[in-house]
Structure formats: structure tokens, C-alpha cells
């Protein structure tokens, strides 16, 4: 897809969610552009579903999801910058002059849709002045809600609660998957290359190239509380840069010792500072923040409160500085003494809970989790269990989570691969070819998902079925792997780390759900969809 097609596909997106007037805010992970809406009354799922570089419409989490499959990335710049020309105007800040702006009505430099005015900017320029607001003459709002103030008022209900915290998991944990993907990827390569040559008595983790490619493909574990810092302070909408600072002071080396030095007492301003140490297994652990997950975001969630007071109530002329001072001095001791303690014995209580579950049956917890992750991807939910892992990853060192949605992602992909040697359809076939590839391959399971299983039906069960049991024949295996890695051919070597025997049951597992997955949806069949026009006439 051209830069211009692309171009193109962004502004009928646009448009069709109600234009830039409706639109909050937008993000995407791998597959999806994920719209917060001031009201998801305005768009048609269907002529959304329709329109050209879309699979599908997905309403999860107060998100209105656009699955646009691989090609997000670069849909997604040219609707930032398609948003970024209508809020500026062009040089004329819409909605910002009070009265009149004579450069307001030439405001469409975009291409798109002229009239509707950027919604980012505050009510009372559209339509609280009689005349000359364009943005308040009836006609031209491109299906965005009728005249009152575009951002004002009732449009949308009040969301309940769990969609609001799911939307705010999402908005934290998902702009690290690309980067906490790569991780995974390199350190199954590092695995896989190092167990070749020590079949021939060559010790690859004694090389700086190791190394350095190891402490790449960690980093982003190590200092997660610092990425986390940055994506919690975007949702709970406060100071990057301060969130950082918080973040970075928990993981900085003097504090990680004075943390894990049990000996001897800490205090901040005559508060103690907990310490403490658990066991795990025959080892024990020493308490650290470093790839911890839930401290940090109840530290920057309560940073978020105390900056809005403070900018309440400090006066402008020293609030540049005086906010952030207090910021520090207030949430870096409230951190240390009371909510990273409770962030880490919260993290560890999830931990106890989900560790409980897979010691009653892993075979049972691995047929869940292969079986229903497809599931969840339909309606968004996956990413909720993101943390889970990643806590895993920061309590553990290994995690088993995302070995069993593997069992999942290779389901989807037989399944799309079965529809393919199937199907008469020349377009579906193209489809499904294109989309078993990419679930087996890189793990993303979108397109093959809406571009042909969900569609089909049939295939989606064979997926889930066939899911499970992959997802129950590593639970035999009790597999897990040493790095929180999206599942794919690219990174199956991740669970090698653990033994052989393990990652036997691994293979076998993603064997069973994609071949297993594949034959079922060939031999149960779908219910061909019709040819399009242009197959009918050759083309």
C-alpha cells in the first residue's frame, strides 16, 4: 500500500468515526488503530467494516478498535499527521482566537472533510458566538453529532468501570509490545544459537557479542519501571518526564542496594522504608524494583492526582517549577514507604493466585489459556492478561503464559491455512494464505481472525478446539520460557531455555494446534463466501 493510499484509507477512517471533532485521542498496537471517542454513538460499524483497508470493528475496553491488520503503522502517521494539519489549522489556531478568525474557514489544507473544527480546542468558540464560528453552521459536520459544542455536553454515556480500567491497561502495557516483542525475539536467538555451539564445545556466552545482544534483549525487563513510568503518566495524563524521574529513581543502582541490603535499616524523612525477602522454591528472592510492574503504576496513578491539586492551587508564576519539585518530594517517599510495597506484595498475591491455578492442573490451565486467548483477541481483552506475564517475568524469571496463547496463535494460523486449501474463492484464498503467515510467523493473529476464521465461523471453533489442545499438551510438558515473547516461528526457541524435554512439548504442542487446526477446518468445512465481481470477471 502506497504512502497515498494510506493517506487515503486514514481520512475515510476519520471521517467515518465522526472526524477529528469526535476523536479523544488514537493509538495502535500491532493490528488495530484504537480510538477514545467523545461519542461512539456516531459511528456505523458496518460502513466502518467496509471501508477500503479495513478487516473489521472491534468495541472493547472504552475503545473504538479498527483492525486494519499489518499495515497499521503507517495508516496510523498519516492519520496523526491528517489530525495534527486540522488542529493547527494551518498556521490559524481554530477554536483558540475568541472571536471571529477570518483564517478559520480555510482551515481544510487536508484534503478532508472542510468545516468540522478541531475538537481538541475548548467549546465555547463553536457555537457560542452567533455568526461567524463556521464550526457551528448545521451542515457540513461530516455525521458528527448535531450543532451543540462538539467536546461539550452529553454525547457519550458515563463508561462502567471495568471498561475504563481494561482501556487504561491497554493504553499502558501496549505501546511496550513492539519493543518487549524484539526483546523476545533476540534472546530465543541468543537461546537457539548458543545450544547449537555447545554441541560443539564452543561457549557462545562467554563472547561480548553475547553480551551485549543479551543485555539488549533485557533491558527492557530491567528497567521496566522506567517504560511504564513514561506509558502510565500518558494514560493517567500527567509529567512524562517526571514520571521517568520516579521511575529511574527506583531502578537507580545506590537505591537498588540500599533496597536490597535487608542488614540494615533505611529511612526517608524518619519513615522506614520496607524491606524484606521471600522464598521461592529453594532460593530466596530479595526485594527490588527492578522489572517490577505494580508499584510503579500506583506511584504515577497518585502523581497524577497530586499534580492536578498542585496545579489547582500553586500560582502560575512559580508553578514550572515548584509542581515538579513537590511532585518528587511528596510521591518519591510515599513510593518507597507504602506504595511500592504494596505494589510488590500485589504483584506477588497475583503471582501466588495464578501459580496456584497452574500447580492444581497446568494441563487444564494450558487448554484455557490456548483454547479461549483467541477469544479474548476478538474482543480485545488479551492484552489484560499482559501483566500477568510480564509479573511472572519480574517474580520468576520465566513465565508460561505466553507459551500457551502460542497453542492459540498457530490454531488461528491452521485454521487460515486450512480455509485456504479449501476454499474455492480465489480473493478468501489470497486472504488466507497471507494471514496464516502472519499468525505463525510474527504471532499476530488479527488477520487471520477477521480476515477469514471469525468470518467463516467454522474455523473459528476448529481454532479454539485445536488451541486447547495444544495449549494442554504443553501443560503435560509443564513448559516455560526465560523471556516474555510473542509467539511465532521467529521465537519458538525462547522455550528451549528450560530443557529439551520441555521444548519437545512445546513443538508438540504448536504442532498439534496448527496441523490439528488446519485438517479439522478442511475436513468439517465452511460455507464458501460468494466470488466478488472482479474474480467473476476474471480480473
Keep these: 500500500m502506497s504512502d497515498m493510499d494510506k493517506r487515503r484509507v486514514a481520512e475515510t477512517i476519520l471521517n467515518l468515526v465522526g472526524g477529528a471533532d469526535n476523536v479523544k485521542e488514537v493509538t495502535h498496537c500491532f493490528t488495530r488503530l484504537r480510538f477514545v471517542l467523545k461519542d461512539e454513538r456516531i459511528p456505523k460499524d458496518e460502513e466502518v467494516s467496509r471501508a477500503e483497508g479495513v478487516i473489521s470493528v472491534v468495541r472493547a475496553g472504552g475503545q473504538y478498535q479498527v483492525v486494519c491488520g499489518t499495515k497499521v503503522q503507517g495508516i496510523y502517521q498519516e492519520l496523526e499527521d491528517i489530525l495534527r494539519e486540522k488542529r493547527s489549522g494551518g498556521g490559524a489556531p481554530s477554536g483558540a482566537a475568541p472571536t471571529s478568525s477570518p483564517g478559520a474557514t480555510p482551515t481544510s489544507s487536508s484534503g478532508a472533510t472542510p468545516t468540522p473544527l478541531p475538537g481538541a480546542s475548548p467549546a465555547p468558540t463553536s457555537g457560542a458566538s452567533p455568526a461567524p464560528t463556521p464550526g457551528a453552521s448545521p451542515a457540513p459536520t461530516p455525521g458528527a453529532s448535531p450543532t451543540p459544542a462538539p467536546g461539550a455536553a452529553p454525547a457519550s454515556p458515563r463508561r462502567p468501570i471495568g471498561d475504563l480500567i481494561l482501556q487504561k491497561v491497554a493504553e499502558i502495557f501496549t505501546p511496550l509490545i513492539p519493543a518487549i516483542a524484539a526483546s523476545g525475539l533476540i534472546k530465543g536467538l541468543l537461546t537457539a544459537a548458543r545450544l547449537l555451539l555447545e554441541r560443539y564445545g564452543i561457549d557462545l556466552a562467554a563472547t561480548d557479542t553475547y553480551v551485549i545482544l543479551n543485555a539488549a534483549s533485557q533491558v527492557i525487563f530491567y528497567f521496566m519501571p522506567i517504560f511504564l513510568a513514561m506509558t502510565c503518566a500518558k494514560a493517567f495524563r500527567c509529567n512524562r518526564v517526571m514520571a521517568m524521574v520516579v521511575g529511574a529513581s527506583l531502578v537507580y543502582p545506590q537505591m537498588d542496594a540500599l533496597i536490597q541490603n535487608t542488614e540494615q535499616a533505611t529511612t526517608i524523612f524518619g519513615l522506614p522504608v520496607l524491606k524484606n525477602a521471600w522464598q521461592i522454591g529453594s532460593s530466596v528472592k530479595v526485594f527490588s524494583y527492578t522489572e517490577s510492574v505494580i508499584p510503579i503504576i500506583l506511584a504515577i496513578l497518585c502523581m497524577a492526582v497530586l499534580e492536578r491539586w498542585l496545579t489547582r492551587v500553586i500560582p502560575e508564576i512559580v508553578r514550572l517549577i515548584a509542581v515538579p519539585g513537590l511532585e518528587l518530594l511528596v510521591i518519591l517517599p510515599l513510593t518507597l514507604v507504602v506504595l511500592g510495597p504494596v505494589g510488590i506484595y500485589v504483584g506477588n498475591g497475583i503471582q501466588y493466585l495464578y501459580d496456584t491455578m497452574m500447580g492444581f492442573s497446568t494441563v487444564l490451565g494450558g487448554a484455557l489459556v490456548g483454547g479461549l486467548w483467541g477469544v479474548c483477541v476478538i474482543f480485545g481483552a488479551h492484552r489484560a492478561l499482559l501483566p500477568i506475564g510480564l509479573n511472572d517475568v519480574a517474580v520468576n524469571g520465566r513465565q508460561n503464559l505466553l ?135 476474471g480480473e
Excluded at 468470518?455 to 481454532?463: E, F, G, H, N
Excluded at 531455555?497 to 496448527?514: N, S, V
Design 403 to 537: 507459551a500457551f496463547a502460542g497453542a492459540a496463535n498457530f490454531a488461528q494460523g491452521g485454521a487460515a491455512l486450512g480455509v485456504c486449501l479449501k476454499t474455492g474463492n480465489r480473493e478468501l484464498r489470497q486472504i488466507a494464505a497471507s494471514a496464516a503467515l502472519t499468525a505463525s510467523v510474527v504471532g499476530v493473529t488479527e488477520p487471520a481472525i477477521y480476515g477469514c476464521n471469525l468470518r467463516l465461523k467454522k474455523p473459528m471453533v476448529c481454532a479454539v478446539i485445536c488451541g486447547a489442545v495444544g495449549g494442554a499438551v504443553m501443560g503435560i510438558g509443564n513448559v516455560y520460557g526465560d523471556a516474555f515473547a510473542n509467539n511465532g516461528v521467529l521465537t519458538v526457541f525462547t522455550y528451549a531455555a528450560y530443557g529439551m524435554t520441555r521444548f519437545a512439548f512445546y513443538l508438540a504442542g504448536i504442532g498439534a494446534a496448527f496441523f490439528g487446526a488446519a485438517a479439522l477446518t478442511y475436513l468439517v468445512g465452511f460455507e464458501e463466501l460468494p466470488a466478488s465481481d472482479r474474480e467473476q470477471n
